[in-house]
């Protein structure tokens, strides 16, 4: 970990702050985190911690599905070997295996919990993604089936009488000594708790808001990969971050994701001077993969100067666009852009967090007691690119998994008591004022200019220093509240992407140093880990290399 960190946030004493007990914390209550906590049995207590309300995490943003088996012409295999391809030799096959075969089981379980999937009579509706052999891609209320699925969720989880929510709470660090874990440090109502719990899952989700432009809610500011980091808990894959290749790009509005689904019926790419660009790009023009129109988008606005291209509608049917994409067309309308004659501005956006916190397959991390689940996870089911509408799926299968170990070892361990003993001291603090807000705008922009889609040796070497910078000011300031606290996350976090986009000097997956272009896999199939203040690289297992040109 690059230097300038420090164990907890804040300053504490156990012996002047309120305790509290649970059996299990599951931190994060987004689709992993909940599933983790109705995994648990009812017989033991859960306290679910979320930083806003329930409904927002960007498990309620997913708009395009959950990847699953469900057609009988479909096989396993098939899905298994589409996600290895995607993942540019760098997924771990046991984990893919793992995941995929248990979709099934998956869906079957969301449809009990209530969740409404879109249908023909009892047959599930199955739609087909980027990068997917067949159609496997379930889906509800047309593009809204993170909503959908959330509800259910939410819904079964508020009824359960052993799990109680705290919305609107910040987990500020891990508590942990010498066994391991013990629980979490969490704001709420005004005032710093401490949790101790037998077991705690970290389910805290994606990073995107460490990036100016991005698909993500206003939570996902990797506070879990920082609240990892500073416990010294294993995090590898962090210079893998997935873009969107067309977020909405309108000064003022939200940058909302344009679903591929508007290439998939025949949108045009074009720049600045109407040139649709994409045929010196790649063969498969605008349905080539994400991380290939991502990259053509970023060069092309360079090549133009332009701040970004445009999706081009109005060749195409105008009543068949407005039947077929109403939310776009009323987000674009109070824009004043009509889709059916206008150019829609797009560029790419920070969407998924492919690196993360190193578990295995039940979940466990390099920390005693603690367990994780969903984006804030490397599970090595992605390797170096997602395949679309596989993280809805993870975050179910990890997130029960997680849940049911993290159980097992908390049944057989003595009720929960307190470290009276631990303790904060940080450094004397200065009265110098600091623009957080500014510090955390400028993070944002320099992410996106240096760290962004493309990276080179020289950007990111400025990048670091720049960051490192910010990072020791900050130190010598007490964080008060959630922005500063959120500010020394997103801080920590792009330390550690930084130094992990330095140091794979090859393009692979989603990862695209320009001074570098070629995946080299003779050297860089190995994961780049940081624990505590050490770096290293793990080999992957000795298998052949996919040929991953066909993605
Ligand atoms: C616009 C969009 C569209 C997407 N579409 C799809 C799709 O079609 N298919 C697909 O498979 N995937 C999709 N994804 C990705 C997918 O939604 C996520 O990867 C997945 O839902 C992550 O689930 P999670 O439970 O790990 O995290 P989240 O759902 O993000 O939940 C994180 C939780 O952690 C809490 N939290 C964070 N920090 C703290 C803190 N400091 N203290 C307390 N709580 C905290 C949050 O409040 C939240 O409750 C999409 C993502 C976006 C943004």
Not at 125 to 152: K, V, W, Y
Not at 206 to 231: F, K, S
Request: one cysteine or more; charged letters at 20%.
């Amino acid at each position: 970990m690059p230097s300038a960190s420090q164990r907890y946030l804040v300053e504490f004493d156990a012996r002047r702050l309120a305790h509290r007990f649970t059996d299990i914390l599951v931190l994060g209550g987004g689709l992993a985190g909940l599933q983790a906590a109705l995994a648990i049995p009812q017989s033991m207590n859960v306290l679910v911690v979320t930083k806003g309300p329930l409904q927002q995490s960007n498990s309620s943003y997913a708009q395009g599905g959950i990847a699953s088996v469900l057609d009988p012409e479909d096989r396993i295999e098939w899905h298994v070997r589409d996600t290895l391809i995607a993942g540019a030799n760098l997924c771990d096959p046991a984990a893919v295996q793992m995941v995929v075969s248990q979709g099934p089981d998956c869906i079957r379980r969301l449809v009990e919990l209530g969740a409404n999937f879109d249908s023909k009579g009892s047959q599930i509706t199955l739609g087909r993604e980027g990068g997917h052999s067949h159609n496997r891609i379930i889906h509800a209320l047309g593009d809204a089936t993170g909503q959908e699925i959330m509800r259910a969720v939410i819904a079964t989880t508020l009824n359960r009488p052993n799990i109680d929510v705290f919305e609107n709470a910040f987990t500020i660090d891990l508590l942990t000594d010498a066994t391991g874990c013990r629980g979490a440090l969490v704001h709420y109502r005004n005032e710093t708790q401490m949790i101790w719990a037998r077991q705690t899952i970290l389910a805290t989700g994606g990073a995107g808001q460490l990036y100016r432009e991005t698909t993500n809610p206003a939570v996902a500011t990797a506070d879990g990969h920082a609240i990892a980091i500073r416990a010294g808990v294993e995090v590898r894959d962090m210079e893998f971050m997935q873009f969107h290749p067309t977020v909405l790009y309108i000064a003022g509005s939200s940058r909302s994701l344009i679903t591929e689904a508007v290439r998939g019926e025949g949108a045009y790419l074009v720049d600045k001077d109407g040139y649709r660009f994409m045929g010196d790009y790649d063969s498969r023009l605008e349905l080539a993969p994400r991380d290939i129109v991502s990259q053509a988008i970023v060069a092309q606005m360079e090549k133009t100067h332009h701040s970004n291209v445009y999706l081009d509608l109005s060749y195409l049917n105008a009543e068949f666009i407005r039947e077929r994409f109403p939310g776009i067309l009323q987000t674009c309308a109070d824009f004043g852009i009509d889709i059916t004659r206008d150019r829609v501005p797009v560029r790419p956006g920070a969407h998924y967090m492919i690196g993360g916190v190193t578990v295995d397959l039940d979940g466990r991390t390099s920390l005693p007691s603690l367990w994780a689940a969903g984006e804030v996870t490397s599970s090595g089911l992605h390797g170096a690119n997602r395949l679309a509408s596989n993280s809805l799926l993870e975050g179910v299968v990890y997130g029960i998994r997680a849940g049911q170990a993290a159980s097992r070892v908390a049944e057989d361990l003595s009720p929960v008591r307190t470290v009276e003993t631990l303790q904060s001291r940080l450094p004397p603090t200065s009265n110098r004022p600091i623009d957080l807000v500014d510090i955390r705008n400028s993070l944002k922009s320099l992410m996106w200019r240096s760290v962004g889609v493309r990276r080179t040796a020289s950007e990111l070497e400025e990048a670091s220093k720049t960051v490192q910078r910010w990072r020791v000011s900050l130190l010598t300031h007490a964080l008060q509240d959630a922005a500063g606290w959120e500010l020394r996350n997103m801080l920590d976090v792009a330390a550690v992407m930084i130094a992990a986009a330095q140091q794979r000097t090859e393009s692979r997956g989603v990862h695209w140093r320009a001074d570098h272009p070629k995946q080299d896999d003779a050297h860089w199939r190995q994961h780049v880990c940081f624990r505590g203040h050490e770096t290293y690289l793990r080999p992957l297992p000795a298998t052949e290399p996919l040929d991953t040109s066909a993605v």
